[in-house]
């Protein structure tokens, strides 16, 4: 089992970054694919993106590609997610996700076993 700690997550104004982090529990950190989605008031949760064991391979959603980066450092248990060019649209509690089984769509959040409470991150016009 993983425990997941979200940090980094803020307010900012449109066109700004923020950098979360995604602190996991464990010594097997390295065994589990992770992902970020996000939830936005009255919506449902939908993915962000996802990356795998080694950091090789990343998936990315349509609406945050070529501004948001994940990565994620193996020998410290975390995973990070920059995001640039911030949109009000990108307004949601963001939570990090893992599982241990291979993907058969990192895109949907029912592949993962273990979530982390989320952090907010408010952008504004």
């Known amino acids: 089992q993983v425990q997941l700690v979200e940090s980094g997550g803020g307010l900012v104004q449109a066109g700004g970054s923020l950098r979360l982090s995604c602190a996991a529990s464990?010594?097997?950190?390295?065994?589990?694919?992770m992902g970020w989605f996000r939830q936005a008031p009255g919506k449902e949760r939908e993915f962000v993106v996802a990356?795998?064991?080694?950091?090789?391979?990343?998936y990315y959603s349509d609406s945050v590609k070529g501004r948001f980066t994940i990565s994620r450092d193996n020998a410290k248990n975390t995973v990070y997610l920059q995001m640039n060019s911030l949109k009000p649209e990108d307004t949601a509690v963001y939570y990090c996700?893992?599982?241990?089984?291979?993907?058969?769509?990192?895109?949907?959040?029912?592949?993962?076993?273990?979530w982390g409470q989320g952090t907010q991150v408010t952008v504004s016009s």
């Open positions: 464990g010594r097997t950190f390295s065994s589990y694919y």
């Open positions: 996700a893992a599982t241990a089984s291979a993907y058969r769509d990192p895109r949907s959040r029912f592949e993962y076993e273990f």
């Open positions: 990356i795998s064991k080694s950091g090789g391979v990343t």
